[in-house]
């Protein structure tokens, strides 16, 4: 059964950071490309970031490029998404995905 366990959220300050990480099971985490969506209150789901398979590939939204930073450990089954520089616009709950699978969210509030 493939799971996908993201943690790391909370709440923070404008201007804070936190790292959320994404725990994959089920799978052979190493072989898949693994992105970081998020959904912010009362709108649809955007796509933040995306990493490849071996972690040398990364692609982010505008609205995150330059405070957030995608990355993985295949030894560890483990994504990570560090982000910088937080805005109240980036509260959301934040999803990893292999692109078929989803976890259940980790909620992410910037809020002074």
């Known amino acids: 059964e493939v799971q996908l366990v993201e943690s790391g959220g909370g709440l923070v300050q404008p201007g804070g950071s936190l790292r959320l990480s994404c725990v994959a099971s089920?799978?052979?985490?190493?072989?898949?490309?693994m992105s970081w969506v998020r959904q912010a209150p009362g709108k649809g789901l955007e796509w933040v970031s995306g990493l490849n398979s071996g972690g040398g590939s990364t692609s982010y939204a505008d609205s995150v490029k330059g405070r957030f930073t995608i990355s993985r450990d295949n030894a560890e089954n483990t994504a990570y998404l560090q982000m910088n520089s937080l805005k109240s616009e980036d509260t959301a709950v934040y999803y990893c995905?292999?692109?078929?699978?989803w976890g259940q969210g980790t909620q992410v509030i910037v809020s002074s």
């Open positions: 995905t292999d692109g078929s699978d």
């Open positions: 089920g799978f052979t985490f190493s072989a898949y490309a």
